[in-house]
């Protein structure tokens, strides 16, 4: 059987690098292994999910390179979790309990003081029907609680080895709230289950929850998925990315002109045995895709190395590839540019030094030296020889050499002390252009 898989966000906001990483590394092995990717709105909680958002989330995906196989929407499949909770309830696996959170967080605390762990008492299953028909009375509606097995929950995590939890040591999870609604862990293992999850890839965060669930999947006699947990993102000095992942939304990378590949190429490759290199579409990627090549240790997401492999990205970037982006400019023009590129919008700043209006720089000390260098330009038309056999002759006439030759050369026809190669560039300038600069 064809593995499936799934990302489940949330659509209260705006997918950000931590969430990216989770999706690009379940596509990766989706279509590593001829698999299918399903998006999963976990929609559930209807005054904050918006429409919005997920149109959001679908166009940060788009632009990541993901493409779902299969869209679902949690809101819309409530009566199946009203279906699977009724069986917990017929089995006695869904309990009701109507403490309030005052009185369960005064619990926590008395269990705290006595040095016992916090862990729900399940007091509410020794109320008796009177007693639970008192408390309604009053005005109190049960939220209801999954019955934990109590045992040690096993199972082979594919990032992380062999993993066991007591599960003695939780507390009942609540998975049905008092006013009806669903907790994320009862809709999610619902449809794991109807949609045929194989393999569930997500962040080590939920590695707890991984012992809660098997045990929801196997009250409902559903198949076990496989589980894979990846290390979560840290920033470049190893602490946490919650308090700065709003500036780190994909929307917000792909503002600031960031390529995909390059968000994409450092997400996958974060946290690898491989190296953090530029890769220019998925391919790559999925053929060297083995969750065995994820460590264990804390990812370092690192700003800079990202706008750096950015960078990286657009200097080997082919000019088939950017075509169809490129408003001026032709194959020349984007070889002659693309190495001195940041983001691809920088490829205007060199139009225009190419095109438009430069402002000579042309020192006192240098009047008389370009003066000879203008008066020694070749005849049209230019080409790629045409900067080195210009500078030869001007070298010979005026016996300047290196950075003495060719910087003031540079200021005149550009107007900087840095740039892509004149000789590339030198054709695309012209000589009508190059003369004029150098006559300031």
């Known amino acids: 059987m064809a593995p499936i898989l799934r990302f489940a966000p949330s659509p209260t906001g705006r997918i950000h690098i931590g969430n990216a990483r989770t999706a690009i590394l379940n596509w990766l092995f989706s279509r590593k292994s001829d698999g299918s990717f399903v998006l999963r709105y976990d929609d559930t909680d209807l005054e904050r999910s918006t429409a919005e958002f997920a149109e959001g989330i679908a166009r940060d995906l788009d632009w990541l390179g993901i493409v779902p196989d299969r869209v679902e929407y949690q809101s819309k499949r409530f009566d199946r979790y009203r279906a699977a909770a009724e069986k917990l309830k017929a089995a006695d696996r869904l309990y009701p309990c109507y ?6 967080e005064r619990r926590r605390k008395r269990q705290l003081a006595r040095h016992q762990p916090p862990v729900y008492d399940r007091a509410a299953l020794n109320l008796t029907e009177e007693e639970r028909q008192a408390l309604e009375a009053q005005g109190r509606k049960p939220h ?3 019955k934990l097995d109590n045992r ?3 199972w082979v995590d594919l990032i992380r080895g062999p993993q066991h939890i ?3 040591n939780l507390s009942d999870p609540v998975l049905v709230r008092e006013d009806g609604t669903y907790l994320y862990t009862l809709p999610s293992v619902v449809d794991d289950i109807d949609f045929g999850i194989t393999h569930v890839i997500r962040g080590e965060d939920h590695v707890v929850n991984a012992a809660v669930q098997i045990e929801i999947f196997e009250a409902l006699g559903g198949k076990v998925p496989h589980f894979a947990h990846h290390s979560l993102l840290t920033g470049a000095d190893g602490q946490g990315l919650s308090k700065r992942l709003g500036s780190l939304s994909i929307a917000s990378l792909r503002e600031e002109g960031l390529e995909a590949m390059a968000v994409v190429s450092h997400a996958a490759l974060l946290g690898t045995s491989d190296s953090i290199h530029p890769c220019i579409d998925y391919r790559e990627l999925v053929d060297g895709f083995d969750l065995a ?3 264990r240790a804390p990812a370092r997401f690192d700003d800079n190395e990202l706008r750096g492999l950015n960078a990286r990205l657009l200097h080997m970037l082919p000019y088939a590839s950017v075509k169809s982006r490129l408003e001026h400019g032709d194959e020349a023009f984007w070889l002659a540019v ?3 590129l940041t983001v691809f919008a920088d490829v205007n700043h060199w139009r225009a030094i190419v095109a438009g209006e430069v402002t000579p720089q042309i020192a006192p000390e240098d009047r008389d030296f370009i003066k000879v260098a203008a008066s020694l330009l070749p005849s049209a038309p230019w080409t790629g ?7 030869e002759t001007v070298k010979s006439a005026t016996g300047r050499k290196g950075k003495a030759l060719f910087m003031p050369l540079r200021l005149a026809l550009t107007g900087l002390d840095h ?3 004149l000789a590339l560039l030198l054709p695309l300038i012209g000589r009508d252009k190059a003369a004029m600069r150098l006559a300031g």
Do not use: A, M
């Open 152 to 154: 040690t929950v096993e």
């Open 385 to 391: 020889d045409t900067w080195k056999n210009w500078t």
């Open 419 to 421: 740039g892509p190669e």
């Open 338 to 340: 693309r190495g001195n």
């Open 99 to 104: 403490e309030t959170p005052d009185e369960l």
């Open 166 to 168: 007591d599960t003695t």
């Open 293 to 295: 090549k994820l460590s």
């Open 144 to 146: 209801w609680r999954f």
